[in-house]
């Protein structure tokens, strides 16, 4: 069973910037679409970024374009996520998903198999 635990989540100023991590442990996270989500104070969960086996293609939530970039190491069995020009209202819990039979295409529609448990972001002064 494929294991996912996110870090680098913590406090920032807005404008700030910080890189999640995704490691999945107990498989080849290169058979895997892998997708970020996130959860906000009293907001239900919302994808955010996503990308498929190979690095390609990727799909976004259109509040992030142009601040958050997603990219994948599959030799580290490692997803990032950068978040740069961080805004208050990108606070929450943030989560990676992976899954074999899905693809980012249809993202964020339900199908993700595998969950992390989350890394908290707050961005605030």
């Known amino acids: 069973q494929l294991r996912l635990v996110e870090s680098g989540g913590g406090l920032v100023q807005p404008g700030g910037s910080l890189r999640l991590s995704c490691v999945a442990s107990?498989?080849?996270?290169?058979?895997?679409?892998v997708g970020w989500f996130r959860q906000g104070p009293g907001k239900v969960r919302e994808g955010v970024f996503c990308?498929?086996?190979?690095?390609?293609?990727?799909a976004y939530n259109p509040s992030v374009e142009g601040r958050f970039s997603i990219s994948r190491e599959d030799a580290y069995n490692t997803v990032w996520l950068q978040m740069d020009k961080l805004k208050p209202e990108d606070t929450g819990v943030y989560l990676c998903?992976?899954?074999?039979?899905?693809?980012?295409?249809?993202?964020?529609?339900?199908?993700?198999?595998?969950w992390g448990k989350g890394a908290l972001v707050t961005v605030s002064t």
């Open positions: 998903a992976a899954a074999t039979e899905y693809s980012c295409a249809a993202f964020p529609a339900p199908g993700m198999t595998n």
């Open positions: 107990g498989g080849t996270l290169a058979d895997y679409a």
């Open positions: 990308i498929n086996q190979r690095g390609t293609p990727k």
